[in-house]
């Protein structure tokens, strides 16, 4: 039994009942059926029918925001800003994927020579829930353009949304099984990766689960693509405009509750205007809301569990231990919900799990640093490598940072790392591999094929 919960006051929301092992094995066979169809349909025609499933989310995006607030507890605007930016990457990739995916000629000694994409089949995703609708679309909208099918295991605590979403692919007019969604435990994905089947893997999600993920597919050499956990580090500079930095840097940390991958998680500040920065981050972070996530008023809602909530308060608990200095927060309220306070830690150091691990909650570390070039150290001085941000007044001198000082996938000066369909996404080190999004997303689950005629 799979159950979903409401984190804001930990009622079961709804139970249920996981596939069979016969049932799963018919809906894969179905899928690669749908698949033989599908591949063949012109981009004309699947864009047409993933602009329908865009116009969806946007008629329906309250019903769907509301869904995702209550199984997980972010702010409900944040909801509608998902479902939003949902619609958006389903416009983008049906207006996009045939120029991605053009033969290209090259010259060779033969008559021709050209490279296609050609679609792999059915391609599992293994889905988080920290943005359910979100995270989801970015990985169907470019797999089923490519000509490829897609099927969902979804965060068991969210398989709600994970029905809605399969609704929508149905609703919009895509061909049954060319999107499915199963409800299914993590302990079943080992062995549906293995089913020959299934031709791709994409994970978003722990590094834990990336390990279990990319080891099940490489031991039966299949590709996958891996959008795993982060410790994103934001430099700030002497000639950072503060009240700027610090107003970036805490919307960024509490941005979906701090449960975001690319949150600002360790905050790098020079020696020189590190106390002024930790006293306007205080102060900033005690004036953000915390509660019913209806409720508009409220920056922050429950976090999605209480598990992972005790969870973030072990590891802050475990860095006052070893030297962090508490400045705001870090209590359990008095509350049947899974609510954790926005938190400051200060004088965080590596060996602290502030530091050291990722903290996927509202609670900040803050890092005193001699100079840019300690601060540089200390920002690459981890096993993730997602994001990373630098704040200066000095435009080049911040995006010489960026482009060659900062080991991460994306590097933003003066702003907080987001996410646009428009640019490639994802990480380097324990954050994974491989990327999503933009021309480059598309072309992950492709098979990249040669072609020369004499
Ligand atoms: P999670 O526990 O790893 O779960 C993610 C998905 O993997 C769920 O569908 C889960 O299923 C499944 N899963 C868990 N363990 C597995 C295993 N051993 N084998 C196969 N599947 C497994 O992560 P989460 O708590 O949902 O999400 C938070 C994590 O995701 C954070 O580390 C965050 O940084 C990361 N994340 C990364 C990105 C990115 O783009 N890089 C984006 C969002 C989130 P069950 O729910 O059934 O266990």
């Known amino acids: 039994m799979i159950q979903s919960i409401n984190p804001a006051n930990n009622k079961v929301i709804k139970t249920y009942q996981e596939i069979s092992d016969r049932e799963l094995s018919e809906v894969l066979s179905k899928m690669q059926y749908a698949f033989e169809d599908w591949k063949t349909k012109s981009f004309n025609y699947r864009a047409s029918l993933m602009k329908t499933a865009g116009e969806i989310l946007r008629s329906k995006r309250e019903e769907y925001s509301k869904l995702m607030t209550l199984e997980m507890g972010k702010p409900i605007a944040q909801s509608r800003a998902e479902v939003d930016k949902c619609a958006w990457v389903c416009e983008y990739y049906a207006d996009n994927a045939e120029k991605f995916l053009q033969d290209e000629i090259i010259k060779t000694d033969s008559s021709k020579s050209f490279v296609t994409y050609q679609p792999l089949g059915v391609v599992l995703a293994v889905m988080p829930w920290n943005f359910p ?25 969210v398989s709600g949304c994970s029905l809605a979403i399969e609704e929508i692919f149905s609703e919009a007019g895509f061909p049954e099984f060319v999107f499915k969604s199963v409800i299914l435990g993590s302990s079943r994905v080992k062995d549906l990766i293995a089913d020959p089947i299934v031709q791709a893997v994409s994970l978003t999600g722990s590094v834990p689960a990336g390990k279990s993920v990319a080891s099940a597919a490489g031991s039966n050499i299949k590709k996958t693509v891996l959008e795993l956990g982060g410790s994103d580090p934001y430099v700030v500079l002497e000639d950072a405009d503060l009240n700027e930095a610090v107003q970036t840097c805490v919307t960024s940390r509490l941005i979906n509750g701090g449960q ?3 949150a600002a998680k360790r905050f790098i500040v020079v020696e020189k205007v590190y106390d002024r920065f930790v006293e306007l981050y205080v102060d900033l972070m005690k004036q953000k809301k915390m ?8 920056d922050i809602g429950p976090q999605a569990s209480v598990k992972l909530r005790d969870e973030l308060h072990d590891q802050v608990l475990r860095s006052i231990k070893t030297g962090a200095i508490l400045l705001l927060g870090g209590f359990i309220p008095d509350s049947d919900g899974a609510y954790y306070p926005p938190t400051v830690l200060a004088d965080v150091t590596p060996g602290m799990p502030a530091f050291d691990e990722e903290l996927f909650g509202p609670v900040a570390a803050i890092i005193k640093a001699k100079d840019e070039d300690e601060a540089i150290k200390l920002a690459n001085k981890s096993v993730f490598g997602l994001g990373a941000a630098v704040f200066t007044k000095d435009i080049t001198r911040g995006e010489k940072i960026a482009r060659e000082k900062l080991n991460a996938g994306s590097c933003f000066v003066n702003q907080f790392v987001r996410s646009d369909p428009r640019l490639p996404f994802g990480g380097i080190k324990e954050s994974g591999y491989g990327r999503e999004l933009s021309v480059f997303g598309i072309r992950e689950f492709v098979n990249i094929k040669t072609v020369v005629v004499k």
């Open 133 to 157: 609708f979100w995270q989801v679309f970015r990985f169907a909208a470019p797999t089923l353009m490519a000509g490829n099918v897609g099927l969902l295991k979804h965060a068991s605590n």
């Open 260 to 262: 975001s991958c690319i």
């Open 291 to 298: 509660g019913d996530p209806f409720d508009e008023s409220n």
